[in-house]
């Protein structure tokens, strides 16, 4: 008696994307090479309509973890995750405060501006503590081809 193996997948559904994870250090050509990693991973897992944005958001959370959030000698994490019908984007780093949306985004201040874009651009955000430091993290709903 002899046995045939069947050649078909047991399992026809495509596995989820798995998350993607980067430390990047204190320097100015972290944020252009964050920039680039997400995109990457946002291409790989079929992500086309929100591409843009959410390759924004990092660029902005990037930047601020640099400049607010990475003291000297230290780096931050960037991580993506697929999750539902989208992706959730993190920046861990080790600085103290609590990152907000300025009230007068008209205003003369300075800072801010980034964590607006974000807010809106990105369809929820928020920060969690975290020892030592936060993470800055946001979702965005995206079409996967």
Excluded: I, Q
Aim: hydrophobic share 35%; with cysteine.
């Amino acid at each position: 008696m002899t046995t045939e193996r069947d050649p078909r997948p047991v399992n026809n559904e495509t596995p989820p994307p798995s998350p993607r994870e980067r430390f990047y250090r204190r320097e100015r050509r972290s944020v252009p090479a964050a920039r680039e990693f997400a995109r990457e991973a946002l291409a790989d897992w079929g992500v086309r309509g929100r591409a843009d944005d959410v390759v924004l958001c990092v660029s902005e959370l990037a930047t601020n973890a640099l400049l607010h959030g990475v003291p000297p000698g230290r780096g931050f994490l960037l991580r993506l995750l697929p999750c539902g019908d989208g992706v959730r984007v993190e920046v861990h780093d080790s600085g103290d405060g609590v990152p907000a949306v300025p009230l007068d985004p008209g205003g003369s201040d300075e800072g801010g501006r980034g964590l607006l874009l974000v807010s809106e651009l990105a369809d929820k955000w928020g920060v969690t503590e975290r020892e030592p430091g936060k993470v800055v993290w946001f979702e965005c709903a995206v079409p996967v081809d």
